[in-house]
């Protein structure tokens, strides 16, 4: 069998995972995103740990097809340009593809991670019978990806689904990105953090609001519950804007489970326009935190024709 390489670029954590033709993750590992240093010298250790997955996972580079890459907006995925994401600030017009086709002399493609994931989901996760379904992944920032009419809607240069920067409450203050109350600015991973630091005064991760929320602290029920009216109204928002079968819900906050799903569902119900919108499935992700990685792989499938029930526009 022959396999691929997938990378799945964030503002914390690069993973990358070697995935068969079948679909299957096979071998995996990940490395932090180092901010402090420039994007070509974390390039180099993004190398490194690819070099040193593909020679312990018993492999040879004779078998790998390509690379794909799935990295946070805005980025040009016809040029191959990571131009300059919020999430990675020092990022600015960073020829990956190119810098990785020399290395390794194989195919290299790059998409919007939100789109590979959402190739993912498709492929062999939760909206795998669904032609209209929207990926939404809630973690260090906020993305989606839009599958409709049977195909990947990326836009003109791979950037649509930034539902991130969505306008939400302007009452919030400053978002990374320069405008107001931004809908990641409030209800991302990073978001919750910032905010429950704020309200405990002292520095805590999302992870440890949520174990405090689910043994009842009361100093970030008010938070957490606020936030789910957030993500519900964005989930409802795309509800409307794009009129899916199905939203699926990934990323790091998704692993709170039932009260987020709960509660999205209910907001759905309650506020979505059409009555068929208030009857849309809202559910998580099949393919729990692999689906970033197992979508880039799916980029250079998809390339081969071995995905020819799915397309890219």
Not at 185 to 191: H, K
Not at 195 to 217: M, P
Request: proline share 4%; with cysteine.
């Amino acid at each position: 069998m022959n396999y691929i390489v997938g990378i799945d670029i964030g503002g914390t954590k690069v993973a990358i995972g070697i995935v068969g033709e079948d679909g299957k993750l096979y071998h995996h590992t990940k490395i932090a995103t180092d901010l402090s240093i420039s994007p070509k010298e974390m390039i180099h250790r993004l190398s490194e740990a690819i070099n040193h997955l593909v020679k312990t996972s018993g492999i040879s580079f004779e078998q790998v097809l390509g690379i794909g890459i799935g990295a946070p907006g805005p980025l040009d995925s016809k040029r191959g340009i990571i131009t300059c994401p919020p999430n990675l600030p020092n990022w600015h017009n960073v020829e990956i593809v190119c810098m990785l086709e020399e290395l390794y002399q194989i195919p290299v493609r790059l998409e919007n991670d939100c789109n590979a994931a959402t190739l993912a989901e498709k492929w062999i996760g939760a909206s795998q019978n669904n032609d209209y379904f929207v990926y939404v992944t809630i973690s260090t920032g906020i993305g989606a990806g839009i599958f409709a009419d049977g195909r990947l809607i990326s836009g003109k240069s791979g950037n649509a689904g930034d539902i991130g920067h969505i306008m939400m409450d302007p009452t919030y203050g400053t978002c990374t990105c320069g405008q107001n109350g931004c809908f990641e600015w409030i209800a991302s991973g990073t978001a919750i953090a910032r905010q429950g630091s704020e309200i405990l005064g002292q520095s805590v991760t999302a992870e440890e609001v949520f174990t405090l929320y689910r043994n009842k602290d009361p100093r970030v029920q008010d938070l957490i519950n606020n936030i789910f009216t957030v993500i519900g109204a964005g989930c409802t928002t795309i509800v409307n804007a794009f009129d899916p079968e199905k939203v699926v819900i990934g990323g790091g906050v998704s692993k709170v489970g039932e009260p987020l799903f709960q509660a999205v569902r209910s907001y759905v119900q309650t506020h979505a326009l059409s009555p068929s919108g208030r009857e849309t499935e809202i559910v998580t992700s099949g393919l729990d935190h692999h689906s970033g990685t197992i979508g880039a792989a799916a980029l250079l499938l998809q390339d081969k024709g071995a995905l020819d029930e799915i397309s890219v526009h």
